[in-house]
C-alpha cells in the first residue's frame, strides 16, 4: 500500500507561519517530481508548489509565490512546504503528491501525480 504520510497542519492567525511535512517510503518517494495541492470547501484543488529531486528546481502557484517554500530531506524521504505571511484564504486541506513518471516539468495539475496522501489541515483565522 502506498504510503504518503502529511502532518503538521494546524490552526494560526492571519499572518503568522507553519510548516507542513510530508513522509514517504521507498516506493512513495518519488525520484522525480513531488508537489504540495489543497483544497478549500466548495473549491477545487489547487496546485500549489513543486520540487524536481534531480536539481531541486521549483515551481509555484502565483497566490502563493513569495510566501511558501516546498523542499525536500531525501535522506528522511520528507516533502516540505514552509508557509509565511499565512493568509485566511490559505486555508484548507493540504496534500502531498508523488510522480512516478520520469518527467522533471513538474507541473502543477494532479494528472501527473499518482501517489497522494490523507492530508492536514490548515486553518488560517483572520
Known amino acids: 500500500q502506498a504510503h504518503l504520510m502529511e502532518s503538521g497542519g494546524d490552526s494560526v492567525q492571519a499572518g503568522g507561519s507553519l510548516r507542513v511535512a510530508c513522509e514517504g517510503d521507498e516506493s512513495t518517494y518519488s525520484r522525480y517530481c513531488m508537489a504540495w495541492f489543497r483544497q478549500a470547501p466548495g473549491k477545487e484543488r489547487e496546485g500549489i508548489a513543486s520540487i524536481y529531486r534531480g536539481d531541486r528546481s521549483t515551481r509555484y502557484a502565483d497566490s502563493v509565490k513569495g510566501r511558501f517554500t516546498i523542499s525536500q530531506d531525501n535522506a528522511k524521504k520528507t516533502l516540505y512546504l514552509e508557509m509565511n505571511s499565512l493568509k485566511p484564504e490559505d486555508s484548507g486541506m493540504y496534500y502531498c503528491?508523488?510522480?512516478?513518471?520520469?518527467?522533471?516539468?513538474?507541473?502543477?495539475?494532479?494528472?501527473?501525480?499518482?501517489?497522494w496522501g490523507q492530508g492536514t489541515q490548515v486553518t488560517v483565522s483572520s
Open positions: 503528491a508523488s510522480s512516478r513518471s520520469p518527467s522533471y516539468d513538474c507541473v502543477l495539475r494532479g494528472y501527473l501525480y499518482h501517489d
